[in-house]
């Protein structure tokens, strides 16, 4: 069974860059079985896809965000990480790292089977 | 864009049918995924692939999925229930959700 676990800061300055780190055991963040992807949720809102990566490298973002973020792999540490620029108050929200498995198809159409238990950003001077 | 319709609350007394819509055009050629979510905790998949049921998950969490309409039905609905559900799908290597529904329990 995954398990994925987020860290990194809890505040950041507006204008500044945001970075998240998803640490995930029980499987291999390189497996084809698997794809990775960071999901927000703004206090009282509801879920907001941020963007995913596949064992290949492929990057898929939200066209809203596409141009502030950034998902990269990191093999070596079994992780994942978030880097999302110029941010403002709009950005604070309880951020989630997930997982699907796609083992058994498409991973254009699997569900998000393993969620990290969020962290929450908030972006304030 | 694609866009997923829910209504924002559904409520139904302890020991009756919820039916939470989620609507999107030509929802039915997609794979819609359902998630409960309880406050202050992580989603969980309770239903994928329109109707399948992950393992752990109650009989009673059902979806079905035609034309423009998909729909979680949890029947027998207990005050555990209550919590926020979100449906899912992928648009051009995309994830979409819905809105979210709170289920009430009254």
Known sequence: QLQLQESGPGLVKP???????????????????????????PPGKGLEWIGSIYYSGST???????????????????QFSLKL????????????????????GSCYSSPIDYWGQGTLVTVSS | ??????????????????????????????????????PGQAPV????????????IPERFSGSNSGNTATLTISRVEAGDEAD?????????????????KLTVL
């Open chain 2, 85 to 101: 559900y979100y449906c899912q799908v992928w648009d051009s290597s995309s994830v979409v959700f819905g809105g979210g529904t």
């Open chain 2, 45 to 56: 998949l309770v239903v994928y692939d329109d109707s399948d049921r992950p393992s752990g």
């Open chain 2, 1 to 38: 864009s694609y866009v997923l319709t829910q209504p924002p609350s559904v409520s139904v007394a302890p020991g009756q049918t919820a039916r939470i819509t989620c609507g999107g055009n030509n929802i039915g050629s997609k794979s819609v995924h359902w998630y409960q979510q309880k």
């Open chain 1, 85 to 104: 620029s110029s941010v403002t108050a709009a950005d604070t929200a309880v951020y989630y790292c997930a997982g699907g498995d796609c083992s058994g």
């Open chain 1, 15 to 41: 204008s500044e860059t945001l970075s998240l780190t998803c640490t995930v055991s029980g499987g291999s963040i390189s497996s084809s079985s698997y794809y990775w992807g960071w999901i927000r949720q």
């Open chain 1, 60 to 78: 898929y973002y939200n066209p809203s965000l596409k141009s502030r973020v950034t998902i990269s792999v990191d093999t070596s540490k079994n």
